[in-house]
């Protein structure tokens, strides 16, 4: 049985990292769900000045034709202008890179940032696109057909959890 | 059991036909789809790359400038391509058929058929007989159905009034002759609003509407008692050649909406009008633009509503 890493103390390390990079330019926008979770926690660690920027990719992805619409998209709340800004995208696990794309896509739809880095709990591998993340947690290798997904308690506490792909 | 004409094998909206008869799950997922588009027509790029390639033909038997021009702007805002068609001075006029029309369009590499059309039931024909990646919406069909103006009003009460649960809606005028009114009615007690009042004079309410799970009231003041939100029918003024009615002046006496009249409902209750408007024959001009009217973003509204509803019919 694979041994995931705490979730929480993936997160504290990644704020720790990123705490020094941290500018008067620099904003953050997580991508839901687990992303945002991600993103609600590494926010005030960091002290950023802007407001955080939650964004749903679901108006941008590229299986659109092959599985339509998803069907609770959530409102995408970008409350900063993104132009010149030093923005950290948050998502909580890297595989194909597809849902990256998407997100780079949507965001310059708001403008034009100064730069992007990327900031994931986890790398899984597994890339389809050339894409690849500036701040990772954990570098986990994951068996094909299983899903790895960042899961949110009761209490708020963040853990990551492996299923099999055929039972979502 | 026959299937729902509007629903694919699998339950999901494949076109959209008629608000009565959709599940209440889906009605949701159209008012929550939209609620995302919502924040996309905020923004300065106004555009999302999910229709691109695809082509959205308007089909207008009828005129109409407001829900034409709302698809249009949804379509453009979902980037697919639109072709308006106003077929009054078109084909129809020189004798093709509707279903012949239709077959030249869908020749045409056709994805979505927005139809307008006088007579009830047409856009249902129409869905009969297109393709299987061919969707259809209904923007208006005669005296039955015109769901995504029912949509963008649930969608309006919605937003004002949070849920429905606890609502009073008075719906107030020509029920008769209303397209709006069925689709809202039917709509507003799938979603559950547990007082649904039609408010008008006998001539102009459909005989056994209360089987609609609605209550009657031929007094205006009586109806509006402490309503949630009022929505103001047009009344048509072919009505009043009609018979049905003895003058617009009179109609506006019993029927209109004045601050008077809208002082009986609740404090913060919401005015709807699905336009356009008879200003001083159903509503006065201080209630049309006085601070309980939300007729201007119900139009706004249409937008997200119909960017949800054709990027959905599209996946499916």
Redesign the interface.
Known sequence: MLKLPEAERLCEQLAAELRPRVGPKSAMVGLYTGGAWLAERLHPMLGLKTPLGLM?I???RDD??A???K???????IPFDVNGSELLLVDDVLYSGRTIRAAM??LF???RPASISLVVLVDRGGRQLPICAQHIGARVEVPPGMRLTLKKQDSGKLTLALESERAT | MQRNPQLNEKG?LQHLLSIEGLPREILL?IL??A??????TE???K????LRGKSVFNLFFEPSTRTRTTFEIAAKRLSADVINLNITVSSATKGESLLDTVANLSAMQADIFVVRHESSGAPFLIARHVKPHEHVINAGDGRHSHPTQGLLDLFTIRHYKKDFSGLTVAIVGDVLHSRVARSLIHGLTTLGAPEVRVIGPQTLLPAGVEALGVRVFHDMREGLADCDVVVMLRLQNERMRGALLPSAQEYFKHYGLTADKLALAKRDAIVMHPGPMNRGVEIDSTVADGPHSVILPQVTFGIAVRMAVM??VA??
């Not at chain 2, 609620?35 to 996309?40: C, D, L, R, T």
């Not at chain 2, 555009?47 to 999910?50: A, C, G, M």
């Open positions: 749903d679901a108006f941008y659109y034709a599985r339509g619409l069907h609770d998209p959530k409102r995408t709340k896509n949507e739809d708001y403008g | 999901e997922q929550d789809t609620e995302s588009f919502a924040g996309v923004r300065e790029v555009k999302v790359p999910l990027s959905i996946g499916n």
